[in-house]
Nanobody, 123 residues
């Protein structure tokens, strides 16, 4: 089992920044990719993903140029730096892991999920 804990969410004004963290523990040996997803009322949507090596990174079109994903494998932690936040970024943000390096933009291919952290952007 892998346990994931997100942190760093909160309330911020439009144009502001937040940095989310996703800390993994448990059976973290081996390589795994990490994705960030978010859910406002309705469908969960992909935000960003990074492979173990960091060589492949993916972003949703809606966050490109504003969000940056990175990881520190020594700390089993993945970060999501969110800049120029907009009210439409308001959602619960989840991180998830998968042993695969494929289909990282699709939530059903992930194995473990965190509990989520709320991000609220006021206008």
């Amino acid at each position: 089992q892998v346990q994931l804990v997100e942190s760093g969410g909160g309330l911020v004004q439009a144009g502001g920044s937040l940095r989310l963290s996703c800390a993994a523990s448990g059976r973290t040996s081996g390589t795994y990719a990490v994705g960030w997803f978010r859910q406002a009322p309705g469908k969960r949507e992909f935000v960003a993903a990074i492979t173990w090596s960091g060589d492949s990174i993916y972003y949703a079109d809606s966050v490109k140029g504003r969000f940056t994903i990175g990881r520190d494998n020594a700390k089993n932690t993945v970060y999501l730096q969110m800049n120029s936040l907009k009210p439409e970024d308001t959602a619960v943000y989840y991180c998830a892991t998968t042993a695969s390096s494929l289909r990282l933009t699709t939530d059903r291919f992930y194995d473990y999920w965190g509990q989520g952290t709320q991000v609220t952007v006021s206008s």
